[in-house]
């Protein structure tokens, strides 16, 4: 089975994390020793993998920390709508929101239609192929794995590797087809890549879709809740975009902190199968080898599960970040993240106070 022989590379972080494990197998240390050393130990292998220096051995800010968000707004949200991911390629929805709204797909009480739009085709994304066969072959694979979670797929067709650099007539034509899908559909949550440069093409998807919502607004459009999903395998990159209010402990640390962390242990299976149905992206097609791609994405997974784990647990969870974005006028103040997902499962950032001397 595809799924389970890409393990390869992460048996690594699959043997730290039974570490936790042991402990309820009589195993000698304390609990919390364990969870630091297991979550300095997959830290370290995300920096290194990635060609960086492992120089924090936690994942969350000194002065910070996650609080289970149980307590909803007191005053009626209207919450229902459809969900939007705008993603630069494709592969990018389930490495980064599939788990997620597979958790939401379980709140029935809401309208969760589901609509993904792909700016490219990721025509470029396979080495030693010609554009044209890997557009298709991207595409199919794309589609297959929208039928596990039941996305919807609009593919606006723009170059790959081109959308920080497209020409002014040619980006203010993506600008106004986004901004009439956003009003067609009618979002009530868009999820979209933060405005981290750690890919050209992601970040600039970020500047692309707030260019689309200012358009959405402007014409009387809904205003959606703005949710942009975590940093790519979870480490900081310099920000094209940064809100006024961020604070430097926050935007300086070595690893993204998302505002929130939504647990996703019943669902991070599923969204890993949709994952696997991109082929190209997780095996080298020329050499046959295996990327070190989807077993990040899981080290990424279980590093923000230990980030929101209670005490009293003896099962690690897993989790996936997201942060709120508010631009006024353009995206909502209101964060429907919560209402839209099973109680108890999204986790927000927050800051401690000081202990006293």
Same mark, same amino acid.
């Given at each position: 089975?595809?799924?389970?022989?890409?393990?390869? *590379?992460? %048996?690594?972080?699959?043997?730290?994390?039974?570490?936790?494990?042991?402990?309820?197998?009589?195993?000698?240390?304390?609990? %919390?020793?364990?969870?630091?050393?297991?979550?300095?130990?997959?830290?370290? !292998? /995300?920096? @290194?993998?990635?060609?960086?220096?492992?120089?924090?051995?936690?994942?969350?800010?000194?002065?910070?920390? #996650?609080?289970?968000?149980d307590c909803l707004s007191s005053v009626p949200l209207a919450a229902d709508g459809p969900i939007?991911?705008?993603?630069?390629?494709?592969?990018?929805?389930?490495?980064?929101?599939?788990?997620?709204?597979?958790?939401?797909?379980?709140?029935?009480?809401?309208?969760?239609?589901?609509h993904e739009i792909v700016l490219t085709d990721g025509e470029r994304g396979v080495s030693g192929?010609? =554009?044209?066969?890997?557009?298709?072959?991207?595409?199919? *694979?794309?589609?297959?794995?929208?039928?596990?979670?039941?996305?919807?797929?609009?593919?606006?067709? #723009?170059?790959?590797?081109?959308?920080?650099?497209?020409?002014?007539?040619?980006?203010?034509?993506?600008?106004?087809?986004?901004? *009439?899908?956003?009003?067609?559909?009618?979002?009530?949550?868009?999820?979209? $890549?933060?405005? &981290?440069?750690?890919?050209?093409?992601?970040?600039?998807?970020?500047?692309?879709?707030?260019?689309?919502?200012?358009?959405?607004?402007?014409?009387?459009?809904?205003?959606?809740?703005?949710?942009? $999903?975590?940093?790519?395998?979870?480490?900081?990159? *310099?920000?094209?975009?940064?809100?006024?209010?961020?604070?430097?402990?926050?935007?300086? #640390?070595?690893?993204?902190? =998302?505002?929130?962390?939504?647990?996703?242990?019943?669902?991070?299976?599923?969204?890993? /199968?949709?994952?696997? &149905?991109?082929?190209?992206?997780?095996?080298?097609?020329?050499?046959?080898?295996?990327?070190? #791609?989807?077993?990040?994405?899981?080290?990424?997974?279980?590093?923000?599960?230990?980030?929101?784990?209670? !005490?009293?647990? @003896?099962?690690?969870?897993?989790?996936?970040?997201?942060?709120?974005?508010?631009? =006024?006028?353009?995206?909502?103040?209101?964060?429907?993240?919560?209402?839209?997902?099973?109680?108890?499962?999204?986790?927000?950032?927050? %800051?401690? !106070?000081?202990?006293?001397?």
């Amino acid at each position: 089975m595809f799924y389970q022989e890409q393990q390869l *590379e992460g %048996k690594t972080s699959k043997k730290i994390m039974s570490q936790v494990q042991q402990l309820y197998r009589g195993q000698p240390g304390s609990l %919390k020793e364990t969870r630091q050393h297991s979550e300095a130990a997959l830290l370290a !292998e /995300l920096f @290194t993998r990635n060609g960086r220096e492992a120089i924090v051995q936690t994942a969350t800010p000194p002065r910070y920390g #996650y609080v289970r968000e149980d307590c909803l707004s007191s005053v009626p949200l209207a919450a229902d709508g459809p969900i939007m991911q705008v993603a630069a390629h494709p592969g990018d929805g389930p490495d980064f929101f599939y788990a997620t709204y597979l958790q939401m797909a379980t709140n029935t009480q809401y309208h969760n239609e589901f609509h993904e739009i792909v700016l490219t085709d990721g025509e470029r994304g396979v080495s030693g192929w010609n =554009p044209e066969r890997t557009r298709r072959v991207r595409m199919e *694979e794309a589609y297959a794995g929208a039928a596990i979670v039941g996305s919807t797929l609009h593919f606006l067709g #723009y170059p790959d590797g081109s959308l920080s650099s497209l020409a002014k007539r040619v980006k203010n034509h993506l600008v106004a087809e986004l901004a *009439e899908l956003i009003g067609h559909i009618q979002p009530r949550l868009l999820v979209v $890549h933060p405005p &981290k440069n750690d890919h050209p093409d992601h970040a600039h998807s970020f500047l692309l879709t707030v260019a689309a919502l200012e358009r959405n607004a402007q014409a009387g459009g809904r205003i959606p809740t703005l949710l942009v $999903h975590d940093a790519e395998f979870g480490l900081q990159q *310099e920000s094209l975009w940064m809100p006024d209010e961020e604070d430097p402990h926050i935007q300086f #640390y070595p690893m993204h902190s =998302p505002g929130y962390i939504v647990d996703i242990s019943s669902t991070h299976e599923r969204a890993q /199968l949709a994952l696997h &149905k991109h082929h190209t992206q997780m095996y080298d097609p020329v050499s046959g080898q295996p990327k070190a #791609y989807a077993d990040l994405i899981d080290t990424l997974a279980q590093v923000r599960g230990l980030q929101i784990m209670p !005490e009293a647990t @003896t099962q690690t969870p897993q989790g996936q970040g997201f942060s709120h974005t508010v631009i =006024p006028d353009v995206t909502s103040e209101q964060n429907i993240l919560p209402l839209r997902l099973p109680l108890g499962s999204v986790y927000r950032r927050v %800051k401690k !106070e000081k202990q006293a001397d």
